[in-house]
C-alpha cells in the first residue's frame, strides 16, 4: 500500500510540532482595523462594492448578531473568544483577477505547491495540456484569485464564480437564495457570517445539466487573527447535478484563529447536489496550544421532490470543530446522505454530526459516522433525525462508529430522534471499539511499524465512508488519516 | 541457527518458559510437541516478540542476532515469521493490500526494492494458486468470514510471500480437515531449503505426516523435556503425554 509507506515517510519528517501545513506565504494584505462595528460591516461591503441591498442584509444581520449569545451546548471547551480581537477583513493586494496563470503572484503558486495541492489540481492550475477538467476556484484569504475553465462551464450554462462576483453579475440569483437555506438569524455563527462574510464560491447549475467536471475549492486561512468567514452557495435547477469538493489547511498559528463558515445548498426538483469536504486545519500543538476553531454552518435544502443531497466529510484538523452538514428533506420523495470520518488526536475536540429533517412524504436518509479518538482528545457524534407529522413514510438508517486509540481519549455519540408521524421507520445502529493490542501485534509481526499498522486498520475502520469520496480524494485522504493519527500509539 | 539458551519467560506474572534450550540448525524443520499448557504457544509468541510475554531470563540468537533486542517488526524484518494458530481478523482492509504493504514494508527494511502493485500481483497470483487460494478470497477483508482453512492457508501465503529465514508454525493443523491440512503441509514442504529453518508447534502427529521433521522436541512444564528423531513423535501417538505430564489419551 504506497499510502501507507509514503506517510511513513512523511510523519518521520515531521514532529508534532512541526504542522506539514505550518508555514506562512508573505503576500501584501490590505486589512480591515481590529474588531467588530458596524463600521466594519460597511468597510467590508464597500470594499466589495455591493448594493444596497446587500449591505443592509449584513447590517440588519449585525443588529441581530449584537443581541445573539453564543451556542454552549456542545462537547467542547475553550476560552471565551473576544470576538473585538479580531480582524474581519483582508485581502491580498491585488484585487483584479490575473487574466492567466502568470499573472498570478508566485508566492501563492509557491504556496499551492507546498501545499501539495494536490495531483490533478496542481497541473489545471499549471496549466498543463490535456490536465483533467478539475475546475479550482481558490480562494486566498477571503478573495477569489484564481478562477479556471470558467469559460468551459460556461458553455454548459454552469455558472462557477466567487460569491461577490455573483453578486454582481447575478443578483438576482444571490438575492433569491442567499440565506434561503441559512437565514441570517439562524444561530450565533451563522448570523455573525452573515453580517461579515468576506467571500466563498458560487455555482448555479441550470435546469438538466449535468455538471460536466468536479467544482473543487481549495482554501486557506492566511492573514494572522483573521477570522475567515466563508460563504458559499450551490444552487442545482430541476434535474441538474452537480459535484462539489472543499479541501483546506492552515499555516501554524499560536493564536487561536476563528472560521465560522456557512454553506447553503439548493436542490429543486430531480437534482443532486454532492458536497465533500477533507479539512485539514491546523489542531494545535502537542500541548492543544493554538489551532484553529471551526464553527460551521453547513446545510442543504432538498427543495424539490425527488431531489438529492449527499455530505461526505473527512475532518481531522482543527483545534474544535463545531460542525453539523444537515439536510432539510422538503421536496416529497428526496433523499439526504451523510457520511463522515471524524479523526481527533492530541487535543482536539470535535462535536460534528448531522441533522435529518423529513418534511415530505417517502423521505429518506442515510448517516453513515466514523468517529476515530486518539490521544487525549474527544470526539462527539450528535444527530438529529426527525420527521414532521406530514413526512409519511420516512425512512432513516444511522450508523455510528467509534474507534478509541488509547486510553486518554473519550467517543460520544449523541443521536436524537424525533418521529412525529407513525409511518417513520428510523433505525440506528451504533458501535465502539479499541483497536486491540493483538490486531496490533499481527500486523507487527508482518513487518509493519505501529504507525503504519494503526493507519492500515484506521484506514479499514473508515473504508465504508471513503468509497463515497470522488477518486481523486481517496488517495489523498487515506494519506491526510495516516498523518492525523501520528504519535497515536507508543 | 536458532539457538535458545535457558530461556524463561512470565504470562501475567506467572513462569510458563522456565529454562528452555533449543538449537535448531539452519536448514533444518523441528517439531515441538507437548501436552496442553507446555508451553509451545509461549514459545511461539516469546520468538516474536509479544508485549505481554515477558522474558525474565535466558537468551534467543538467529544467526548471532539477539532476537530479544528487537520489537516485533524488526524481528520480521530480520527473518523470523510466525504463522498464527488464531489469525487475527481486521476489517475493512482487503486481504490484497494487507499483503502489499506487508511484503513492501519488509522489503524496504531489507533494503530490497519495493514491489510496484503489477508485479506485486503477479507474484501473488502465482502463490496464491499453489495454495488453491481463490484470487476472490483475497479481496475480502483480512480473515474476516473466513473459515479455519482459509485462515491457515492465508498464513502459510503470507509466509511464502515474506520469504523467512526462520518459521515458526504454532498448530497451524488445528481446525483443519484432512485435506486443508494436506494443502498446508505442501505450501510448507515447498518452502524448505537450506537456508531455511522450521518450528513446527503441534498437539498432535498427524501434521508430522506430512511436514516430516528433522528432529522432535517435547515440552513438559517450560522445557524440552525429551528430543529425538522423527519416530519420537510415532512413539508419542501411541503412549500420549502421560510421562510429560499430560492427560494419559493418546493423541
Same mark, same amino acid.
Given at each position: 500500500?504506497?499510502?501507507?509507506?509514503?506517510?511513513?515517510?512523511?510523519?518521520?519528517?515531521?514532529?508534532?510540532?512541526?504542522?506539514?501545513?505550518?508555514?506562512?506565504?508573505?503576500?501584501?494584505?490590505?486589512?480591515?482595523?481590529?474588531?467588530?462595528?458596524?463600521?466594519?460591516?460597511?468597510?467590508?461591503?464597500?470594499?466589495?462594492?455591493?448594493?444596497?441591498?446587500?449591505?443592509?442584509?449584513?447590517?440588519?444581520?449585525?443588529?441581530?448578531?449584537?443581541?445573539?449569545?453564543?451556542?454552549?451546548?456542545?462537547?467542547?471547551?475553550?476560552?471565551?473568544?473576544?470576538?473585538?480581537?479580531?480582524?474581519?477583513?483582508?485581502?491580498?493586494?491585488?484585487?483584479?483577477?490575473?487574466?492567466?496563470?502568470?499573472?498570478?503572484?508566485?508566492?501563492?503558486?509557491?504556496?499551492?505547491?507546498?501545499?501539495?495541492?494536490?495531483?490533478?489540481?496542481?497541473?489545471?492550475?499549471?496549466? /498543463?495540456?490535456?490536465?483533467?477538467?478539475?475546475?479550482?476556484?481558490?480562494?486566498?484569504?477571503?478573495? &477569489?484569485?484564481?478562477?479556471?475553465?470558467?469559460?468551459?462551464?460556461?458553455?454548459? $450554462?454552469?455558472?462557477?464564480? &466567487?460569491?461577490?462576483?455573483?453578486?454582481?453579475?447575478?443578483?438576482?440569483? /444571490?438575492?433569491?437564495?442567499?440565506?434561503?437555506?441559512?437565514?441570517?438569524?439562524?444561530?450565533?455563527?451563522?448570523?455573525?457570517?452573515?453580517?461579515?462574510?468576506?467571500?466563498?464560491?458560487?455555482?448555479?447549475?441550470?435546469?438538466?445539466?449535468?455538471?460536466?467536471?468536479?467544482?473543487?475549492?481549495?482554501?486557506?486561512?492566511?492573514?494572522?487573527?483573521?477570522?475567515?468567514?466563508?460563504?458559499?452557495?450551490?444552487?442545482?435547477?430541476?434535474?441538474?447535478?452537480?459535484?462539489?469538493?472543499?479541501?483546506?489547511?492552515?499555516?501554524?498559528?499560536?493564536?487561536?484563529?476563528?472560521?465560522?463558515?456557512?454553506?447553503?445548498?439548493?436542490?429543486?426538483?430531480?437534482?443532486?447536489?454532492?458536497?465533500?469536504?477533507?479539512?485539514?486545519?491546523?489542531?494545535?500543538?502537542?500541548?492543544?496550544?493554538?489551532?484553529?476553531?471551526?464553527?460551521?454552518?453547513?446545510?442543504?435544502?432538498?427543495?424539490?421532490?425527488?431531489?438529492?443531497?449527499?455530505?461526505?466529510?473527512?475532518?481531522?484538523?482543527?483545534?474544535?470543530?463545531?460542525?453539523?452538514?444537515?439536510?432539510?428533506?422538503?421536496?416529497?420523495?428526496?433523499?439526504?446522505?451523510?457520511?463522515?470520518?471524524?479523526?481527533?488526536?492530541?487535543?482536539?475536540?470535535?462535536?460534528?454530526?448531522?441533522?435529518?429533517?423529513?418534511?415530505?412524504?417517502?423521505?429518506?436518509?442515510?448517516?453513515?459516522?466514523?468517529?476515530?479518538?486518539?490521544?487525549?482528545?474527544?470526539?462527539?457524534?450528535?444527530?438529529?433525525?426527525?420527521?414532521?407529522?406530514?413526512?409519511?413514510?420516512?425512512?432513516?438508517?444511522?450508523?455510528?462508529?467509534?474507534?478509541?486509540?488509547?486510553?486518554?481519549?473519550?467517543?460520544?455519540?449523541?443521536?436524537?430522534?424525533?418521529?412525529?408521524?407513525?409511518?417513520?421507520?428510523?433505525?440506528?445502529?451504533?458501535?465502539?471499539?479499541?483497536?486491540?493490542?493483538?490486531?496490533?501485534?499481527?500486523?507487527?509481526?508482518?513487518?509493519?511499524?505501529?504507525?503504519?499498522?494503526?493507519?492500515?486498520?484506521?484506514?479499514?475502520?473508515?473504508?465504508?465512508?471513503?468509497?463515497?469520496?470522488?477518486?481523486?480524494?481517496?488517495?489523498?485522504?487515506?494519506?491526510?488519516?495516516?498523518?492525523?493519527?501520528?504519535?497515536? /500509539?507508543? | 541457527?536458532?539457538?535458545?539458551?535457558?530461556?524463561?519467560?512470565?504470562?501475567?506474572?506467572?513462569?510458563?518458559?522456565?529454562?528452555?534450550?533449543?538449537?535448531?540448525?539452519?536448514?533444518?524443520?523441528?517439531?515441538?510437541?507437548?501436552?496442553? $499448557?507446555?508451553?509451545?504457544?509461549?514459545?511461539?509468541? /516469546?520468538?516474536?516478540?509479544?508485549?505481554?510475554?515477558?522474558?525474565?531470563?535466558?537468551?534467543?540468537?538467529?544467526?548471532?542476532?539477539?532476537?530479544?533486542?528487537?520489537?516485533?517488526?524488526?524481528?520480521?524484518?530480520?527473518?523470523?515469521?510466525?504463522?498464527?494458530?488464531?489469525?487475527?481478523?481486521?476489517? $475493512?482492509?482487503?486481504?490484497?493490500?494487507?499483503?502489499?504493504?506487508?511484503?513492501?514494508?519488509?522489503?524496504?527494511?531489507? $533494503?530490497?526494492?519495493?514491489?510496484?502493485?503489477?508485479?506485486?500481483?503477479?507474484?501473488?497470483?502465482?502463490?496464491?494458486?499453489?495454495?488453491?487460494?481463490?484470487?476472490?478470497?483475497?479481496?475480502?477483508?483480512?480473515?474476516?468470514?473466513? &473459515?479455519?482453512?482459509?485462515?491457515?492457508?492465508?498464513?502459510?501465503?503470507?509466509?511464502?510471500?515474506?520469504?523467512?529465514?526462520?518459521?515458526?508454525?504454532?498448530?497451524?493443523?488445528?481446525?483443519?480437515?484432512?485435506?486443508?491440512?494436506?494443502?498446508?503441509?505442501?505450501?510448507?514442504?515447498?518452502?524448505?531449503?537450506?537456508?531455511?529453518?522450521?518450528?513446527?508447534?503441534?498437539?498432535?502427529?498427524?501434521?508430522?505426516?506430512?511436514?516430516?521433521?528433522?528432529?522432535?522436541?517435547?515440552? &513438559?512444564?517450560?522445557?524440552?523435556?525429551?528430543?529425538?528423531?522423527?519416530?519420537?513423535?510415532?512413539?508419542?501417538?501411541?503412549?500420549?503425554?502421560?510421562?510429560?505430564?499430560?492427560?494419559?489419551?493418546?493423541?
Amino acid at each position: 500500500m504506497p499510502a501507507v509507506q509514503d506517510t511513513v515517510e512523511r510523519v518521520k519528517e515531521i514532529d508534532v510540532d512541526q504542522y506539514k501545513y505550518g508555514f506562512v506565504t508573505e503576500i501584501e494584505s490590505v486589512t480591515a482595523p481590529k474588531g467588530l462595528n458596524e463600521d466594519i460591516v460597511r468597510f467590508i461591503s464597500a470594499k466589495k462594492d455591493e448594493p444596497q441591498w446587500l449591505l443592509d442584509w449584513r447590517l440588519e444581520a449585525f443588529k441581530r448578531w449584537l443581541t445573539m449569545q453564543e451556542p454552549e451546548w456542545a462537547n467542547v471547551h475553550y476560552p471565551k473568544i473576544d470576538f473585538q480581537d479580531l480582524y474581519y477583513y483582508s485581502a491580498p493586494k491585488s484585487t483584479e483577477g490575473p487574466k492567466s496563470l502568470d499573472e498570478v503572484d508566485p508566492e501563492l503558486l509557491e504556496t499551492y505547491k507546498k501545499l501539495g495541492i494536490p495531483l490533478r489540481e496542481q497541473e489545471v492550475l499549471a496549466g /498543463v495540456q490535456g490536465a483533467p477538467k478539475v475546475a479550482v476556484d481558490a480562494v486566498f484569504d477571503s478573495v &477569489s484569485v484564481v478562477t479556471t475553465f470558467k469559460e468551459e462551464l460556461a458553455k454548459a $450554462g454552469v455558472i462557477f464564480c &466567487s460569491i461577490s462576483e455573483a453578486v454582481k453579475n447575478h443578483p438576482e440569483l /444571490v438575492k433569491k437564495y442567499l440565506g434561503s437555506v441559512v437565514p441570517s438569524t439562524d444561530n450565533f455563527y451563522a448570523t455573525l457570517n452573515s453580517a461579515v462574510f468576506s467571500d466563498g464560491s458560487f455555482v448555479y447549475v441550470p435546469e438538466g445539466v449535468h455538471c460536466p467536471m468536479e467544482l473543487s475549492t481549495y482554501f486557506r486561512i492566511n492573514a494572522e487573527q483573521t477570522g475567515q468567514f466563508e460563504r458559499t452557495l450551490i444552487i442545482a435547477d430541476k434535474g441538474a447535478y452537480v459535484s462539489y469538493l472543499e479541501g483546506c489547511t492552515a499555516p501554524m498559528r499560536d493564536e487561536n484563529q476563528l472560521h465560522a463558515a456557512v454553506v447553503e445548498l439548493v436542490a429543486l426538483e430531480d437534482a443532486e447536489i454532492k458536497y465533500s469536504t477533507v479539512q485539514n486545519w491546523y489542531p494545535g500543538d502537542k500541548n492543544g496550544k493554538g489551532g484553529i476553531f471551526n464553527f460551521v454552518t453547513k446545510r442543504g435544502d432538498c427543495r424539490g421532490d425527488r431531489s438529492k443531497i449527499s455530505w461526505t466529510q473527512v475532518e481531522t484538523g482543527s483545534a474544535i470543530t463545531w460542525k453539523y452538514p444537515s439536510c432539510i428533506l422538503r421536496g416529497d420523495g428526496s433523499r439526504g446522505e451523510f457520511y463522515s470520518i471524524a479523526i481527533s488526536n492530541g487535543y482536539q475536540q470535535i462535536d460534528s454530526g448531522t441533522k435529518m429533517i423529513h418534511l415530505g412524504k417517502n423521505t429518506s436518509s442515510r448517516i453513515i459516522s466514523k468517529g476515530i479518538a486518539a490521544g487525549h482528545s474527544n470526539n462527539t457524534y450528535r444527530g438529529l433525525v426527525s420527521a414532521h407529522r406530514r413526512a409519511a413514510n420516512a425512512r432513516n438508517f444511522t450508523v455510528c462508529d467509534s474507534l478509541l486509540i488509547g486510553d486518554k481519549c473519550g467517543a460520544h455519540t449523541v443521536p436524537y430522534i424525533e418521529a412525529k408521524n407513525a409511518s417513520a421507520t428510523f433505525e440506528h445502529e451504533a458501535t465502539t471499539s479499541k483497536i486491540s493490542d493483538d490486531q496490533l501485534f499481527y500486523c507487527l509481526s508482518r513487518g509493519l511499524s505501529e504507525e503504519e499498522a494503526v493507519a492500515l486498520i484506521v484506514n479499514g475502520f473508515v473504508r465504508d465512508v471513503l468509497q463515497h469520496l470522488p477518486m481523486e480524494f481517496m488517495a489523498e485522504t487515506q494519506k491526510l488519516i495516516s498523518i492525523s493519527l501520528e504519535g497515536s /500509539v507508543g | 541457527m536458532l539457538e535458545i539458551r535457558n530461556l524463561h519467560a512470565n504470562v501475567d506474572g506467572r513462569e510458563i518458559l522456565k529454562g528452555l534450550d533449543l538449537t535448531l540448525p539452519t536448514g533444518e524443520v523441528h517439531a515441538i510437541m507437548g501436552p496442553n $499448557g507446555s508451553g509451545k504457544s509461549t514459545l511461539a509468541y /516469546v520468538l516474536a516478540g509479544k508485549d505481554d510475554y515477558e522474558v525474565t531470563e535466558g537468551s534467543v540468537t538467529w544467526n548471532g542476532v539477539d532476537l530479544l533486542a528487537l520489537d516485533p517488526t524488526g524481528r520480521a524484518v530480520a527473518g523470523v515469521f510466525l504463522a498464527f494458530q488464531y489469525p487475527m481478523e481486521i476489517p $475493512g482492509v482487503a486481504t490484497m493490500t494487507f499483503l502489499r504493504s506487508s511484503v513492501n514494508a519488509v522489503r524496504k527494511a531489507r $533494503g530490497q526494492e519495493e514491489l510496484s502493485t503489477p508485479d506485486f500481483l503477479r507474484v501473488l497470483k502465482e502463490k496464491a494458486k499453489d495454495l488453491n487460494i481463490d484470487v476472490e478470497m483475497l479481496r475480502r477483508p483480512l480473515n474476516v468470514g473466513f &473459515s479455519g482453512g482459509e485462515k491457515k492457508r492465508n498464513e502459510i501465503l503470507q509466509m511464502t510471500l515474506l520469504e523467512p529465514s526462520l518459521c515458526v508454525l504454532d498448530e497451524t493443523d488445528s481446525g483443519l480437515d484432512i485435506d486443508a491440512l494436506r494443502v498446508v503441509a505442501d505450501g510448507v514442504n515447498a518452502l524448505r531449503s537450506p537456508e531455511r529453518s522450521m518450528l513446527v508447534i503441534t498437539h498432535y502427529q498427524r501434521l508430522l505426516d506430512y511436514i516430516v521433521p528433522d528432529r522432535v522436541h517435547v515440552l &513438559s512444564d517450560g522445557r524440552v523435556a525429551r528430543s529425538g528423531g522423527p519416530e519420537l513423535a510415532m512413539e508419542l501417538e501411541k503412549s500420549g503425554y502421560a510421562e510429560f505430564g499430560g492427560e494419559a489419551t493418546a493423541a
